[in-house]
């Protein structure tokens, strides 16, 4: 994969929970969030080009019930944390 | 680990690749991401504890110069997709 | 009790001494306090863990009627005025 | 004590948990809460009269070093949780 | 009285005259301004605590048709010019 | 007099009791309010044109230390409670 | 006429030309611009006094269908260029 | 002349009348308004086409000391009150 | 042509592709780019005068479904990177 | 060519000109549009990946004096009017 954005979600409040897990099980959703503060889900979002990420977010994840205002951030960029990822192999769980 | 934090980041302009640099290999961050919009940085960040994501972020984090502005989104919950994850101990490229 | 949360809330105009009431009997909140200016309710929450404070605010919270709108603000810290909880024992009123 | 106000607190990053222990050593501040989100700090303050708040908040805690702006909350009323303040004089820990 | 209050008012652009003329009468409502700007009406409250207030401000003023937002600003103190107020006593028009 | 405005100031935090008592005794300001909120002060001017107002709010107020910001609200017309000003000429006490 | 306000104004979008129209031919009101912009239309309105102001824009103005939004910027004194305003010919009086 | 902008001014408090005076001189600026509210000045400035317009505001109005901020609508079209006009005698076209 | 226009839109999410569409076949508009970020769409349009613009963006364009909100930029001038441009007769593909 | 961004830009006021002059013959930018309202200036910029628009904005567009402040809105995809771009080979003057 090629392309990286990490999506500002405010949702409706009783749905929130419910939300997140329909989010996290779509292609192309790598992560999702429920937060405290300024937004209610934040979502990692992977794809191969820009263009295809408009699919996932506009189309995929807005069928989904419960968003009620979204703000997308495209990386350009992703600097990982070396030591971090190298234990993934393991199994880390958080 | 048991706690995340998404840490949303207005950064100078001149520094931004610099700073995502230094915060990425900053003990307890995840993973940095530059990005377009409203901040230029998207770190995640975890720790033992709420107490500790503070030490991590308002010490460690703000040692680095160019953080203009920060604000942190501490979740209450995270959401993964396994499809994705399961592929991690194989090495994932992005 | 581990973790502590601030939750700033608009609420409807005509309900805000009985959702105070209602919202200040929900396990978990400790206090609500009516105010003037920018928000109208602030309640503070606490719990095991940050799961458990999504739970409290976002399902336990929100079924009281006239809640608006709610931000919460996870707490990495607590810092208590020993003079004044020294005294709580002894029955404090305000 | 008869008047209460939560007061919403900007501080400079590399200097909350300082501003907080001393803004919680202040007399008429019974707890200073640092948090993730739009503020980074919150303070209860406890007085006899409104004007008793006004030099608590603005004379004697903004004598401390850090804060950028703060945001006073004049409580109208306060609802205390009864289950949680009975226990209270039974030693509680946070 | 004890405790004075600013309400800053939006009202309904078709019933602001008759809102002021409404708010004026209450009880605990000195002098209601319409007026230009960000905002349609400024009320000046007077009562004996800040839960008074509440009363008046959340109960008895919405009751009346028209607001659509408002904010308190509760005074710490009241600076009054003398040579103004002196002549009081003896009838002042405006 | 015949025009009347409701200016809404934002003050330096460690001046604002000496500023209000120096904006109440400036001539056609009848009355300042320190305030808890989003505004620091709240001053009521009267004149006898709009122009006259720009001479008091933006020359002489702005003379004395501590204004970081204002807004200023005209007047298109005042309600007074009759009741309350009825009452005036016998001496009132806030 | 004595006083003059400057009227910033968000309009239904398929209804600013006919809006602008019909406000421009309301007595008081004396030229209308419709903007690119934060605000569709700006409208210029005089009147002998501030109260005048109110019934003209609160009223008249609020009749005409497609106002969704308002701020009215009461003018303190109008400085004229008077060499524009040299080849108006026989002298207007504002 | 064929173009017309209204331009939204924020103004050091102490320099509007000396300001407004000045810009009211430029060539192209038929009007300058000093206002109570969110602006402290707007000017309407004409000119042959839009290009011409930058050059008015953003180099000659902006060599004026004072000028704090501000911003520019340019107007799509004018619409004149003909019975205010009328009176404007030998006839001006925008 | 003669005038040119940025106009910022945001769209109804599940409309975008749909809307960029047909607003990129109006006569007037030159390029639409679906964006991420705090708009949906911003769309370059030219016209002959700014009144043309008024007609393509307040008429045309708003016929079109799924239009929020919008706020148009009209330009001062137009900087092209020679470069660029030079290429465009031989077809240049994006 | 496969990414576009547009570039929403706030300048030194004083700049504007020569400053859109130094944007528009950096390589990977096509057009700059000084404008009226909210923005300063708008670019266009094209690149192969995310990452290259980030080299070309953040470090190559931000070396010229006088940006402020930007926001770059990445696009997802561009829809252009094949009636204007058909006329593109054939010597487009605006």
Do not use: P, W
């Amino acid at each position: 994969m090629s392309v990286t954005a990490v999506v500002l979600i405010k949702a409706r409040t009783d749905q929130i929970n419910e939300l997140a897990q329909v989010l996290s099980n779509i292609h192309g959703v790598t992560d999702v969030y429920s937060v405290a503060g300024r937004y209610d889900l934040v979502a990692i979002v992977q794809a191969q080009r820009n263009e295809d990420l408009a699919q996932i977010i506009s189309v995929d994840m807005h069928k989904a019930a419960g968003i009620v205002d979204s703000e997308t951030l495209i990386a350009f960029r992703t600097f990982r944390n070396d030591d971090v990822h190298a234990g993934f192999a393991l199994g880390q769980n958080d």
